[in-house]
């Protein structure tokens, strides 16, 4: 159960839940290129450091894919966003 459904209040159905677009994944293909491309030419230290920046992206785009939610109830809009501080907005 997340944010969204143990913050309901009596009578209130979730109407619509919104997912977050894969692009945030965009960061971490564009970092994987130049380490694609170190590895090809045995250049090591472009495609250790690209392929490192590459995990970072990558962790990055899961974080905000796993800890923002983002819902409409039949009375209001639902958002939160964050791992460790939250972040909370609700509109009547």
Known sequence: MGYVESNLLNGENVIA???IHWAVFISAII???PAIVGIINKDDRLSFICFGGFIAALIHGFIVL?????AITNQRII??????????VELK
């Not at 796993?66 to 983002?70: A, C, D, F, Q, V």
């Open 66 to 70: 796993k800890t923002n939610e983002l």
């Open 17 to 19: 839940k919104a997912k």
């Open 79 to 88: 958002g939160k966003k964050g791992l460790i501080s939250r972040e909370t």
């Open 31 to 33: 970092i994987l290129i």
